[in-house]
């Protein structure tokens, strides 16, 4: 049974717009949230977290926003640009303390210049 | 400062082989994780090692992988015998102590015939 899932397996946006990418998740003792990003043939690079503590948090044009009764969090981009373009991986955990991180499928962003 | 490397970038053996994939850690960094993705499908932990120790490795399929970490530096996963289920994408991560973000390397693209 998934516990994060990310429903969309691609989106496409204008250059310029809001890109919006969502995870819901199923396990409620969940303390830390992170989005992902994943270029073909490289890791995952992190790009921006937040607490279970917090419902938004803000790094330039990457916002996340957590709503916990939801059990639900999305990613704004604003504004897209082409080099954004990428597998965003939304991941979900740090229950037990040691950060064993749960994954979603992902979302491919695609940025049409 | 290097980042995570992992080695190799890609393996084809046959059902039945052995294969070790090794991963160095970022310098310093003392908690080690080891991911695997199937098939464009969600990242999934498989172990995670606090130096030498393995902390917990309640993601490793069955007892055909056998992962060690010796001196906690770098560390290895080895698969035998090879099945062809266990094709994928081997992602290795580290972190700081108390880090809530994850380093991840580029993965080891693992093809099982």
């Known amino acids: 049974d998934q516990q994060v899932k990310q429903n969309s397996p691609s989106l496409s946006v204008q250059e310029g717009r809001i890109s919006i990418l969502n995870c819901d998740y199923t396990?409620?003792?969940?303390?830390?949230f992170l989005w992902y990003k994943k270029y073909p043939a490289e890791g995952p690079t992190f790009l921006i977290s937040i607490s279970s503590i917090k419902d938004k948090n803000e790094d330039g044009r990457f916002t996340v926003f957590l709503n916990k009764s939801a059990k639900h969090l999305s990613l704004h981009i604003v504004p897209s640009q082409p080099g954004d373009s990428a597998v965003y991986f939304c991941a979900a955990g740090g229950t037990s303390g040691t950060y064993k991180y749960i994954f979603g499928t992902g979302t491919r962003l695609k940025v049409l210049a | 400062e290097a980042g995570v490397t992992q080695f190799p970038s890609h393996s084809v053996i046959e059902k039945g082989q052995t294969v070790t994939l090794r991963c160095d850690p970022i310098?310093?960094?003392?908690?080690l994780y080891w991911y695997r993705r199937v098939m464009g499908k969600e990242i999934k932990f498989l172990l995670h090692f606090v130096k030498e120790s393995k902390q917990d490795e309640s993601g490793m399929p069955n007892n055909r992988f056998l992962a060690e970490r010796t001196g906690g530096t770098y560390s290895t996963l080895k698969v035998q015998p090879a099945e062809l289920e266990d094709s994928g994408v081997y992602f290795c991560?580290?972190?700081?102590?108390?880090?809530?973000?994850?380093?991840f390397g580029p993965g080891t693209r693992l093809t099982v015939l």
């Open positions: 991560a580290s972190s700081q102590v108390w880090g809530i973000e994850q380093f």
């Open positions: 310098s310093g960094h003392d908690n």
């Open positions: 396990n409620s003792m969940f303390d830390y």
